[in-house]
């Protein structure tokens, strides 16, 4: 990008000045009149304004998904909104959004992921997401976070579907982050993440020794 009015156009060319932008080059550093050449003036959006209508969309394709996907093959009944500017699973060029849904009964397996996520609840009453061995009960309304490798499932206890929208900020959406690789890891005894049984006390004992010995 040119831009008259930026500094770089006002430092001009003479030879003396880019043999010196090689030389500091060489040492590890960067003109730094150069680098704002490439800053824009403004934000330049990437992704398109777009509507997930809740009634007409979200949660009817919810009840669908209900009877064609098993969440403990899947790991998680969910739907990714997709933002039309990517045509991949990415809501914003950070972010990840999505509706879940859990039956009556239906556990989705635990497992922690290197991206950082919250829940919030959307329908339904008295379900629950275990964060490292701590349940945190979802009522509409509810935002549930789960801080990056931390270990967590979600219970459908009750005797109704629940529904919310999960988010998450995996490391592949961001340039930024993309060499640092998203990982993700299941708990591979029960379905349930470690230590949930039992009174937090003792789950907080169980996690701790958990940590050290997790594959
Ligand atoms: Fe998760």
């Not at 932008?21 to 330049?44: D, K, T």
């Not at 996907?69 to 990840?96: C, G, M, S, Y």
């Not at 982050?177 to 890891?185: G, I, V, W």
């Not at 993440?193 to 039992?198: C, F, Q």
């Amino acid at each position: 990008m040119t831009d008259a009015n930026r500094p770089v156009a006002q430092v001009g060319h003479a030879p003396e000045l880019l043999l010196f932008s090689e030389e500091v080059r060489r040492h590890g550093l960067m003109a730094g009149w150069e680098f704002q050449s490439v800053l824009p003036n403004e934000p330049i959006p990437v992704e398109q304004a777009f509507r997930w209508s809740w009634t007409e969309t979200l949660r009817p394709m919810m009840v669908k998904a209900y009877d064609l996907v098993d969440p403990v093959k899947a790991e998680r009944r969910n739907l990714i909104l997709v933002n039309p500017a990517f045509q991949r699973a990415a809501t914003t060029h950070t972010l990840i959004a999505a509706v879940q849904g859990v039956l009556p009964g239906e556990i989705a397996p635990a497992h922690r992921h290197t991206a950082g996520a919250l829940r919030f609840m959307i329908e339904g009453r008295g379900s629950s997401t275990t964060v490292n061995g701590e349940p945190c009960f979802m009522d509409p309304a509810s935002l549930i976070l789960t801080p990056q490798w931390s270990w967590h499932d979600h219970a459908n206890e009750t005797d109704a579907p629940v529904i919310w929208l999960p988010g998450g900020d995996p490391a592949a959406l961001s340039p930024a982050r993309r060499e640092s690789p998203a990982l993700r890891r299941r708990h591979r005894s029960s379905g349930r993440a470690p230590g949930v049984r039992g009174p937090v006390a003792a789950a907080r004992l169980s996690l701790g020794s958990y940590g050290e010995r997790a594959p």
